[in-house]
């Protein structure tokens, strides 16, 4: 019986250390992308990588050094614009969007520079 009740303890508090574990990081993928530049045919780049952290703000990392003019939208589940921000990335710096204002539910992060425009979904938590 013992056995029985410190399976079922350690079950549940591993349960929850998962979840924690889940909700301090999420990465955002981007699904949606279009490219600018239709004459040439690669593998296109995709030049930041981001996630939620701590379901408080969006980590954005630089991935190229392109000094141009590139934005950050987010947009709500009825498409409405909720944030827009034009910056100048530089390579393996972090930006920041803050969400603590934001309400719980599903948003898109929206990318875009002269070459590129991606779409990435991404999900803000109720924090009772």
Do not use: C
């Amino acid at each position: 019986m013992k056995k029985l009740v410190f399976a079922l303890l350690l079950i549940a508090v591993s349960s929850n250390v998962m979840d924690a574990a889940i909700l301090s990081r999420s990465r955002i993928q981007f699904t949606n992308s279009k490219i600018w530049d239709t004459t040439t045919k690669s593998v296109s780049f995709i030049p930041i990588d981001a996630s939620v952290e701590d379901n408080r703000y969006i980590k954005v990392e630089f991935l190229d050094d392109e000094s141009q003019s590139s934005a950050f939208q987010i947009k709500d589940n009825h498409g409405n614009i909720v944030y827009h921000e034009t910056v100048t990335p530089k390579i393996n710096t972090f930006y920041t969007i803050d969400l603590s204002e934001f309400k719980g539910g599903q948003y898109e992060l929206i990318y875009s520079d002269k070459y590129v425009e991606m779409i990435g979904e991404f999900t803000v938590n109720d924090i009772y």
